[in-house]
């Protein structure tokens, strides 16, 4: 096993364990601090898989944009525990670990009728020209949906940001 090998099972270890702290923190401030960590292991990953494009755009529009903006968000809500107790640790994890165990068996299947196929996706190293061509030309309509679906979440934000949902300036 070579150092590449090495340090992607350890980046893969600590991609899993940083989102098992964002689930389990108590804070929402250092949960969002563990999903970063995630998301720059994942990066280095793309790095490894030599996907340079996916690691740039996940560093960018992931850890530096979206979670910059959940940060600014936990911190504007102040959000304080209210003191209840969380009820049943079994009925509280139960639906996570029905999910998880789901998300398990299916990648597990993926993997045993190697969907992937024996070669690296052609567009996973492609260049960012042609990766826009092929999501443009292929799946212009999921693009042209999700550039609506943040064109939503922008005005929501806006809408919540002016407070109490007043118009009034």
Do not use: H
Request: overall charge positive; aromatic content about 14%.
């Amino acid at each position: 096993m070579g150092i590449t090998q090495i340090l992607f099972w350890f980046l893969s270890v600590l991609a899993l364990f940083s989102a098992i702290m964002v689930v389990v923190s108590k804070s929402p401030i250092p949960s969002v601090l563990w999903l970063i960590f995630v998301f720059f292991a994942i990066t280095v990953q793309y790095i490894l898989l030599n996907a340079q494009f996916l690691a740039i755009v996940n560093l960018i529009v992931y850890a530096g944009a979206i979670m910059v903006l959940f940060l600014f968000i936990v911190m504007m809500l102040e959000i304080k525990p209210d003191g209840r107790p969380l009820g049943p640790l079994l009925r509280q994890w139960l639906p996570a670990l029905l999910l998880c165990g789901v998300c398990l068996i299916v990648m597990t299947v993926f993997l045993l009728l190697a969907a992937g196929g024996a070669g690296p996706l052609p567009l996973v190293t492609a260049s960012p020209l042609a990766f826009g061509r092929f999501l443009i030309q292929k799946y212009w309509l999921g693009v042209e949906i999700a550039s609506f679906l943040l064109f939503v979440a922008l005005v929501g934000a806006l809408y919540l940001g002016r407070g109490n949902g007043t118009t009034g300036g």
